[in-house]
Nanobody
Framework: QVQLVESGGGLVQAGDSLKLSCVDSGRTFGRTVSNNGMGWFRQAPGKEREFVAT????????DYSDSVKGRFIISRDRVKNILYLQMNSLEAEDTAVYYC?????????????????WGQGTQVTVSS
């Protein structure tokens, strides 16, 4: 069973950086998400969950929401089964719970309905 666990969230000031990590800790019967597209989503208080970034199974394709493009970088280590989100130049509007997810597809995708596995989230708070 796949189990995604996020870490790296915290309280920072506007302009600071944070790096989130997401580990696939479940490897029942060798099942991992190393061949799946993965993504980061976030949910701010009172708002719906929104797409942040996605990466293909081999890391060759990435895609970002307009709000984070140029500031955030998604990457992955397929050997260690870790997904990363480097967040730079953080803004108060980035405050949210951040979730990592694994898609049933190998490609990078924004489509939330393709994501099969979700972590429990990590809180990121940016003070202005």
């Amino acid at each position: 069973q796949v189990q995604l666990v996020e870490s790296g969230g915290g309280l920072v000031q506007a302009g600071d950086s944070l790096k989130l990590s997401c580990v696939d800790s479940g490897r029942t019967f060798g099942r991992t998400v190393s061949n799946n597209g993965m993504g980061w989503f976030r949910q701010a208080p009172g708002k719906e969950r929104e797409f942040v970034a996605t990466i293909s199974w081999n890391g060759g394709t990435t895609d970002y929401s307009d709000s984070v493009k140029g500031r955030f970088i998604i990457s992955r280590d397929r050997v260690k089964n870790i997904l990363y989100l480097q967040m730079n130049s953080l803004e108060a509007e980035d405050t949210a719970v951040y979730y990592c997810a694994a898609s049933r597809l190998a490609a990078a995708t924004r489509a939330v309905d393709t994501y099969r596995y979700w972590g429990q989230g990590t809180q990121v708070t940016v003070s202005s």
